[in-house]
């Protein structure tokens, strides 16, 4: 394993001091961005280190490289953009708080999510369906480095899919907007141009988002180790450990705690540069 440093302006010192503290022999530039540290070793105070200098860090298996991948799947809300789209909804009925204490629960694992979701979407029942558009228009922007990220990944000849506990009115947008290969979400029933304040079909939860992604996974016949995961929360616990690399972006303790890399000060496009 070598350690990856990464950020979006990497301070020199900062880094020689990471790799004195783990005992690094060389430190190679991968990107403009990153550097790895070659045979350094674990320390206890590696991440509060990191951390004190803005630096995202990564164990990365020797001679990993972006092109080793052929998969890459992200959850959607407060991982690709920057909101839960479900608590700006509610936010139009004036209901935002209560659905938002819920959302952060089942984020957190306090709740199942199934639960949580049967619980918030039937607080937007009766809310007109442009409410919908208006959050997409008004308030929904993609998190920094999403569009870069995309690109590199095409580039690389990588297959993408989004995959969300949200909801399809958005992913379908987004899928086209940012050329994801698929998009799976929950769809939202609409009468008469009103939310019903119910989902139709299968709810789509962790172990639905883990399902998909080696369902398609299979059909690339690829291995585990050759796909890359990316989420924020406890609901995407199950498709993380389904890939062999998983991204925890800005996340939720409970998620941090089984990637492989958290990324805390880099963009989005930081996957990109974790590989060279």
């Known amino acids: 394993m070598n350690l990856v440093v990464l950020a979006e302006d990497v301070d020199s010192i900062a880094l020689k001091n990471v790799a004195k503290l ?95 979701l049967t619980r918030r979407v039937a607080l937007l029942g009766g809310l007109p369906e442009r409410a919908l558009e208006d959050v997409y228009t008004q308030r929904l922007q993609l998190n920094p480095g999403a569009e870069r990220l995309m690109q590199g990944l095409k580039r690389a000849g990588i297959h993408s899919v989004l995959v969300s506990g949200g909801f399809t009115y958005f992913t379908e947008r987004l899928k086209m907007r940012l050329g994801f290969d698929h998009a799976f979400a929950n769809e939202l029933e609409v009468i008469d141009g009103h939310l019903t304040g119910r989902v139709i079909g299968a709810i789509v939860d962790g172990e639905a988002k883990a399902a998909h992604l080696t369902r398609i996974r299979d059909s690339l016949g690829l291995a585990p180790h050759q796909v890359i995961a990316a989420g924020d929360g406890a609901n995407d616990i199950p498709m993380m450990n389904a890939a062999g690399f998983g991204i925890a972006f800005h996340p939720k303790p409970v998620l941090r705690a089984v990637a492989n890399c958290s990324l805390d000060y880099s963009g989005l496009d930081g996957v990109l540069d974790l590989f060279g």
């Open 22 to 116: 783990t005992g690094a022999s060389e430190i190679q530039q991968i990107t403009p961005r990153s550097f790895r540290l070659v045979g350094a070793q674990a320390h206890a105070g590696l991440a509060e280190t990191c951390a004190a200098s803005g630096l995202d860090h990564a164990w990365v298996p020797e001679g990993r490289r972006l092109a080793d991948f052929g998969l890459f799947v992200t959850d959607m809300d407060s991982t690709l953009i920057n909101i839960e789209c479900i608590d700006e909804i509610a936010d139009m009925q004036g209901l935002k708080a209560e659905v938002a204490a819920i959302t952060e629960a089942a984020m957190q694992g306090e709740i199942d999510f199934r639960e949580s």
